[in-house]
């Protein structure tokens, strides 16, 4: 399914610090000058989950494959992007593309790292970006009502539909609000996800700290998290550059480091398991011992689809999915343990998987 998420800021923050170690590569170019990045860098990064080591220690299973998602590190975007200031609209296209937006916003102190706009203000920083976002967004809905215009006449469902939902938001960022204020129907969504505007998107709040700062945050994140509850928004609190050391170090030096630092969870698994929450994302597993694995479907999704996940055959023929909760086979020390607390279960085509859900899905070929 590849979900993606964008990863958003003014220049110089430290996006490509973060991208670098979430995907644990130097892929990104991440230096002390603005516009460092021009052409997106696109990496598969694995998202944590402890449950998939317990379910492959009772199964005794050789291998664990963790589920991915996408994150995309964009260029910076400035104060008039919207009109071509900058790299102009080229990175506009770049978040469009995204699920979903991390916006990362520079809270650390370092006089030796250039702010673009000579300042510490997380906050003010976020109102430009959003600002050039709902710019771009108004822009483009109006040249689409006039495409949209010629058509509706005699038009299908679809075209007068994505007109009201066009104008519904041309109607909420007139008022100054992003697109994602908009009460959208649950009939309307599908329609909704196509218009693909920048602000319709949802945001994570990515405070990029210092490094002394990163298990406690500072006053400029705090001033941050305010900001995002009032929107309904998250924040984590992370220092890239710990991230990207972090990210270099064998697995235990740096649960060491960790500790010595006050964190109990590196700032990424936070930051990728927000994201994954953020997509409306949950996770489902299929255990044996070869291999113990995570799949990614979207909350709501039914058994058929599910299967479909790992290949498409195993939809279209799809008969049943022998079905074990989580914490059932947990306590059943693995799935014969579970059939004798009568916690095994044979589920159809109308079931809706459960995140934790060990499934076995049975399929003609
Ligand atoms: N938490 C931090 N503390 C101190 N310095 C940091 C921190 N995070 C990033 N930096 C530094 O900030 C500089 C800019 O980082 P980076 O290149 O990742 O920014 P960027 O947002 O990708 O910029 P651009 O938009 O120009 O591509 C680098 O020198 C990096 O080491
Ligand atoms: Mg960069």
Redesign the pocket.
């Known amino acids: 399914m590849g979900f993606k998420m964008g990863i958003v ?12 170690a979430l995907t644990r590569t130097a892929a ?10 021009i052409e997106p860098n696109v990496g598969e990064v694995a998202v944590p989950d402890a449950r998939l080591d317990v379910l492959a220690g009772i199964a005794g299973s050789k291998t664990i494959i963790p589920t991915r998602m996408t994150f995309v ?1 964009i ?2 975007l400035v104060r008039g992007a919207s009109k071509g200031e900058g790299l102009g609209n080229q990175f506009l296209a770049n978040i469009r593309e995204c699920d979903a937006i991390a916006h ?1 916003l ?1 809270c ?1 102190e ?1 006089g030796d ?1 250039t702010h673009v706009e000579g300042r510490i203000d997380p906050v003010a920083d976020a109102e430009t970006i959003e600002t050039e976002l709902m710019l771009a967004d108004m822009e483009s809905i109006e040249r689409r009502l006039v495409a949209l215009g010629k058509k509706l006449r005699g038009g299908d469902q679809d075209t007068l539909d994505q007109d009201r939902l066009l104008r519904a938001a041309l109607a909420a960022l007139n008022e100054g609000k992003p697109a994602r204020t908009v009460q959208v129907a649950e009939d309307d969504k599908r329609i909704w996800r196509q218009l693909m505007l920048l602000t319709s998107k949802p945001v994570l709040y990515v405070c ?4 002394a700062k990163a298990a406690t945050g500072n006053s400029q994140s705090d001033r941050v998290a305010v900001m995002a509850k009032a929107q309904g928004a998250g924040t984590v609190v992370i ?4 991230e ?1 050391e972090l990210a270099q170090m064998p697995a235990d030096d740096a649960a060491m480091f960790l500790e010595e630092m006050g964190l109990h969870e590196a700032g990424l698994d936070r930051l990728i398991k927000a994201g994954y929450a953020l997509l409306g994302l949950q996770t489902y597993f299929t255990v044996g011992p070869k291999e113990a694995r995570a799949w990614t479907i979207t909350k709501g999704t039914l058994a058929p689809q599910a299967a479909g996940v790992i290949h498409g055959d195993f939809e279209k023929g799809f008969i049943r999915a022998e079905t074990v909760g989580y914490d059932d086979y947990v306590a059943g020390k693995g799935e014969a343990g579970a059939k004798e607390a009568g916690k095994f279960r044979v589920e159809g085509k109308t079931y809706e998987v459960k995140d934790g859900d060990v499934l076995h899905f049975l399929f003609n070929a």
């Open positions: 800021g003014l220049p110089n923050v430290g996006k490509s610090t973060l991208f670098n990104a170019q991440a230096a002390n000058f603005p516009f460092c990045t590190d260029a910076g990362v520079r650390f370092d790292i990029n700290v210092e490094e220092s890239a550059r710990i990207e």
